[in-house]
């Protein structure tokens, strides 16, 4: 029997995409921690709304960002409240250390 090269797989059909969320590469967290024990006090609030507004970041799937935290053992901050979970994980990560 002859193959045909030209015969082409139908395609399934697509999924829909999973939405992109822009996430800091470092972790926000490490980031804040870092520059606040570089600075030997606690961060203010303009510093941390400064340091999140400068942070690098890349657009990852949401899941991806999922996988990546639990991987990571410490706690993701969301850029819109910062400052609030800042605050607890700056606490929790200071007992821990």
Known sequence: MFNNPF???????EEP???????????????????????????TENEVFEIRDNAVCTMLPI????????SRGYPYLNPEYVWEQWQEARIELNQNS
Do not use: D, H, W, Y
């Not at 980031?31 to 961060?43: A, Q, T, V």
């Not at 899941?63 to 639990?70: C, F, I, L, N, T």
């Open 63 to 70: 899941s991806a960002r999922e996988k990546m935290e639990e």
């Open 7 to 13: 015969t082409f797989k139908k395609k399934k059909p």
């Open 17 to 43: 995409e999973e939405q992109l969320v822009p996430t800091p590469i470092p972790a926000l967290v490490a980031i804040l921690l870092n520059k606040e024990r570089e600075k030997g006090s606690p961060l």
